[in-house]
């Protein structure tokens, strides 16, 4: 049986448009307004602590910009309501939905992504699909800490994978949007690599049904 990983964002759900609108959106169902420079400082503050691996990178950010501004509000809260904003912002990537289920009939799958896992496997949930994932890998798991393209992260995918199915599976495949992190880093590390535009033009369901026939 073949254990076949898809990246999260841009391969199996995106959203339209710019992420700063959906940040800015989070801030404002809590605090009432959006100030210049705090979405600017959210971001800085956010990839610093999500490159340490920090625990949730999230609400420590809300609160490095609470304390630089003087916001009173509470970073947990900012937090929640960023997260549920992203969740009610991605949409299935066309074709997505039909062509998972037909491939966990034959495969084992699984999500192999950068982030947090609560909220990149809730994208997935919210679309009605994680059950098809049985086999479910983030970088920010405490116990993998390692992002796409580092091989401990490909290396825990395919640990995790051995014990899902209680052996040995053959060569697993990775398929995501992003050449670099998904396809070069899979292919150093021995996966089969698939990669998809979805953002290109044309991005519809038969290109999803091909992979499926390819795989």
Known sequence: ???IFFDVDGTLVRWHGEYGAILERAVEQVVGRVEDGWLDYYDERFFHHFGAFAEDPYRRA?????????????PAAMADALVECEFDAVKPVPGVANVVPKLAERHTLGLLTNGVPEVQFGKVERQGLLDYF????????????ATKPDAAIYEAARERA?????GDVDTPVMVGDDYEPDIAGARTQGFEAVHVDATAEGATLADFETLAALL
Do not use: K, L, Q
């Open 1 to 3: 049986m073949t254990a």
């Open 62 to 74: 809300f609160a490095d910009g609470c304390e630089r501004f003087g916001i009173d509000a509470d």
């Open 134 to 145: 049985d086999v479910r890998v983030a970088s920010h798991d405490p116990a993998i800490e």
């Open 162 to 166: 051995r014990e899902t199915v209680s």
